[in-house]
């Protein structure tokens, strides 16, 4: 799996998950908020599988590099 999301993608992600969890936890929200745990993970694992099937990529290019000799 290569990493498909960049760091502000994945933060916001990690903040919405957290949150999800955290209403359903206190019961503020109803058991649908569990739902938290799939952005949560996708953020912490930097992959979407939603993301590899529609072709999108929000991190950088990384380009290779060589060194000559």
């Known amino acids: 799996m ?3 999301e ?4 994945r933060g916001i992600r990690i903040i919405l998950g957290l949150v999800l969890i955290g209403l359903a936890v206190t019961g ?3 058991p649908w908020g569990w739902i938290g745990v799939l952005p949560l993970m996708t953020g912490l694992l930097g992959f979407c ?3 590899q099937i529609l072709g999108i990529k929000t991190c950088p290019v990384q380009a290779n ?3 000559e000799m």
């Open 2 to 4: 290569r990493t498909n």
């Open 6 to 9: 960049g760091l502000l993608d």
């Open 28 to 30: 503020r929200w109803s």
């Open 49 to 51: 599988g939603l993301y």
């Open 65 to 67: 590099k060589r060194s």
